[in-house]
């Protein structure tokens, strides 16, 4: 300081415009940089709230679509729900059906196991004429060729009347050849489920049958069942396994 005293008053000027312009650019640089930086804060900044603006829309835009979906999911529950109460219903008007036909279908059934040859005959024609009647009635004439087997085959009729059949005829018809195995015959290829039906009867009545497609005139839902001979006196012997 004590030299700067002794320099001349224009050496001292000078020295203080220097020392005043190199100040003024320090503080000019430090301006620049200190607003580089405040422009570059604001830059990143404006970066962020720009970013989290797109990512907070993006999830919004995902919580609407899933919020959708969510309502959709929800309307087809409500209505599978529904139609499920439906099909319920509608299930049990069915079974309540199905338990009146099988009760009515089990009275018929012992109404008509008193009855006649002739008077179920009768109603064999009327069922004959009534297509869709006869198809739910199916009809049984059984045979046997010994009048041992009587008894036998009346057990056989009842358990088919039991399941149903209307068993037309039960009748003994001598044959001179022994009949080595029960046959159930049928008419037409398309009851030919409806003779192995009969088959499965007889064989929980402890007979070994086949069923056979006959030829000649045609029986709508008419099976002819002719018992092996012997299944009276020896009911094992029609027996196998």
């Known amino acids: 300081m004590s030299e ?14 220097e020392f005043s312009a190199n100040v003024d650019a320090k503080l000019r640089a430090a301006a620049k940089s200190a607003w580089v930086s405040v422009a570059l804060a604001v830059l990143i900044l404006t970066v962020l709230i720009v970013s989290g603006a797109s990512a907070l829309g993006d999830q919004k835009q995902r919580l609407r679509k899933a919020e959708a979906e969510r309502v959709t999911i929800a309307n087809e529950v409500r209505k599978l729900k529904f139609e499920v109460r439906g099909l319920n219903d509608e299930i049990a008007g069915k079974r309540a059906e199905v338990e ?4 009515r279908r089990n009275q018929l059934t012992m109404i008509l196991s008193g ?10 024609a009327a069922l004959s004429k009534d297509a869709d009647a006869g198809k739910a009635w199916p009809r049984i004439y ?8 009587k008894e036998r085959a009346k057990q056989v009729a009842d358990a088919l009347a039991a399941s149903g059949f209307i068993v037309v005829r039960n009748k003994y018809e001598r044959s001179p050849a022994q009949i080595a195995q029960t046959h159930v015959g049928y008419y037409l290829d398309s009851e030919k489920d409806l003779a192995l039906k009969v088959v499965d ?8 049958a086949i069923p056979n497609l006959l030829k000649g005139t045609t029986r709508p839902n008419h099976i002819d ?3 092996a001979t012997g299944v009276g006196t020896r009911p094992d ?5």
């Open 4 to 17: 700067i005293q002794g320099m001349p008053h224009a050496e001292q000027l000078k020295l203080l415009r």
């Open 100 to 103: 009146t036909l099988e009760s």
């Open 115 to 124: 009855l006649a040859e002739s008077e179920l005959k009768s109603i064999d």
């Open 142 to 149: 059984l045979t046997y060729n010994l009048p041992s087997d």
């Open 201 to 208: 009867l007889l064989k929980q009545e402890g007979l070994d």
């Open 225 to 227: 069942i002719s018992l």
């Open 237 to 241: 012997a029609n027996a196998r396994g």
